[in-house]
């Protein structure tokens, strides 16, 4: 550590437990299938949150768990399913049912939401936008307006700024500062990093700063942005992080197949969830083999680039 | 050719859903930039660009820009072998603001319900007259309202194909031609070719879609049965193309277990 720079490594539980009250609202899946932070989810849902509202633009199926098990009352999301099996169960039952609560949803595209990050990570009000103009979630979403350009004729949307209480991110490293590095597909997450009141990184490595510091481009979320720093390798599956690990399709098929009736999602959630202490826990009970089979097989890695002078 | 037995064909040799992939892959022109979405597009890119297109580009809205097919079957388009040689990774707005420019010429879609005028609904759906809460627009709507060209791809009944949908998720032509310029949305933008399990859609110059073109053993009594509202058949009526055997290579490499291309 450089002097001055105060460590904010944390545990899961902690950095959940002082940074995420019930009541808030979380940004999370920013990496669209990619670094999905399921673990952050788990512990979420374990404290008991409750009356959460989601942001992300696809969660795949962590907002469906957290719909489920009721930390959540309104969702503002572009999708909310399952990528690779298609519908999300619980998500359904809340907006159909009210199972396990009702919740009010707030339909975004993925250009939308991005855009209302990006306007609050700009410090602005609203960006302006042709996409969803004659569509009906123009009409339903009261954070979408039409209005005609000040500097010609054209009808426009505005999307209003959304600045969530917190953004979970999940990244490949960081130093114990929070100064983060993240590649592979982006998604929303610098423009959620920027737009929330506060941060939490979750890291699969932490790295000393030297390493962060000899490539920072890399760097996409600077440390002083962030309230804490969580070590939690696998704290993604079974979603992918590049460099580290696949993505577990069969995973996301079976909490399909289990989670379609409410007493599968519930015996689902008990079994994964509730009755899991911690991600060593949720590892023991994945097994060796199968975490084994999602290793990454042959590494790729980047030519270094020269920032000497 | 193969062993396992394929269905829905009079031919036996492909599957429809190797026809549909062939047929997307077609609306590909060669040095042309493409949403490529989910699921069938998908494996429809990689065909285009192993065959006629080897110049298109495929975009994905997570922040990939890709020359080269990926490796591997992609079950999401955020899987590790779509970042694997990408050409370029970033953020969405950097996909998306080309989309915005108007730079993209073709993206593809799937949907719950698409209606005579290409709308296009992912929200809400209707089983049995209940309504059925969907997963929503995803990156959708921006396609649908932006991209040059819109193909979307779904299974062909009277559920899925119908006269109005409930809810427009993704703007197609509306109620007719005119509308889309009338609501602001860009002029070089639209609903191109509806590509389903039966047959090929285009649009007249109405902004209404007609069946022009039916798969290998579809009869078009078959296709006009299976559809929501009378759907009028082209003067001159095609046999939708087989996919010839340079193009079932390319999928059944890309597919091998026929994940996404069984039936």
Not at chain 1, 235 to 244: E, K, L
Request: charged fraction near 20%; aromatic fraction near 6%; glycine fraction near 10%.
């Amino acid at each position: 550590m450089k002097p001055g720079a105060a460590s904010k490594l944390v545990s899961m539980q902690r950095a959940i437990a002082e940074h995420v009250p019930s009541g808030s609202m979380v940004t999370m899946g920013a990496q669209l299938e990619q670094m999905i932070p399921f673990a952050a989810g788990h512990e979420i849902i374990r404290q008991g949150r409750l009356d959460l509202t989601l942001v992300g633009p696809i969660s795949d199926i962590l907002f469906d768990q957290m719909i489920g098990a009721g930390c959540v009352s309104r969702v503002m999301a572009a999708w909310v399913g399952n990528a690779s099996a298609g519908m999300g169960y619980c998500f359904r039952r809340a907006v159909e049912m009210s199972i396990p609560r009702a919740i009010e949803t707030v339909d975004h595209t993925n250009l939308t939401l991005a855009l209302a990050l990006h306007a609050a990570a700009m410090g602005v009000p609203f960006m302006p936008t042709y996409t969803t103009l004659g569509s009906d979630l123009l009409k339903r979403n009261g954070n979408l307006r039409e209005f005609s350009s000040p500097v010609n004729e054209e009808r426009l949307v505005a999307v209003r700024a959304l600045r969530p209480d917190v953004a979970i991110l999940h990244v490949q490293r960081a130093d114990a500062a929070g100064n983060a590095q993240l590649w592979g597909n982006l998604g929303v997450a610098i423009d959620a990093a920027r737009a929330s009141r506060k941060v939490i990184v979750v890291a699969e490595e932490i790295v000393a700063p030297e390493v962060i510091a000899s490539d920072p481009n890399r760097t996409l979320i600077p440390g002083f942005l962030v309230a804490a720093v969580v070590h939690e390798p696998w704290g993604a599956h079974p979603s992918p992080v590049q460099g580290y690990y696949g993505r577990d399709h069969a995973f996301f098929h079976e909490y399909h197949d289990q989670t379609r009736e409410l007493d599968g999602f519930e015996r689902w959630i008990k079994r994964w969830v509730a009755e899991v202490s911690s991600r060593d826990a949720y590892l023991k009970l994945l097994g060796d083999s199968r975490a084994d089979n999602l290793r990454v097989r042959e590494h790729a890695l980047s030519v270094p680039v020269d920032f000497g002078f | 050719m193969t062993t396992r037995t394929p269905s829905g064909t009079a031919t036996g040799r492909f599957s429809r859903s190797e026809l549909m992939v062939a047929a997307a892959a077609r609306e590909i022109h060669d040095g042309e930039l493409v949403f490529v979405g989910m699921r069938l597009p998908m494996i429809a890119f990689g065909v285009a660009k192993r065959t006629h297109a080897p110049g298109a580009t495929g975009l994905f809205e997570n922040g990939v820009i890709r020359d080269t097919p990926a490796p591997e079957l992609l079950y999401t388009m955020g899987d590790p072998p779509n970042l694997l040689k990408a050409s370029y990774c970033g953020d969405m707005l950097s996909v998306m603001s080309l989309l915005q420019q108007g730079r993209v010429n073709v993206g593809f879609l799937g949907a719950a319900e698409v209606d005579r005028f290409g709308n296009l609904n992912t929200t809400w759906g209707n089983r049995n007259g209940q309504q059925v809460r969907l997963p929503g627009s995803g990156g959708a709507c921006d396609i649908a309202s932006l991209s040059q060209r819109t193909v979307v791809l779904l299974e062909h009944n009277r559920q899925r194909l119908v006269s109005r949908v409930g809810h427009i998720t993704s703007p197609g032509n509306g109620t007719g031609y005119g509308w889309r310029r009338e609501q602001g949305l860009p002029l070089r933008s639209g609903p191109a070719a509806i590509i389903t399990t039966m047959g090929v859609l285009r649009y007249g110059e109405d902004g209404e879609a007609y069946l022009a073109s039916v798969h290998p053993g579809v009869s078009v009594e078959d296709v006009l049965s299976n559809t929501g509202w009378t759907l009028r058949v082209a003067d001159d009526l095609d046999a939708t193309p087989e996919p010839d055997a340079a193009e079932l290579a390319v999928i059944r490499e890309i597919d091998p277990d026929h994940y996404w291309t069984k039936s």
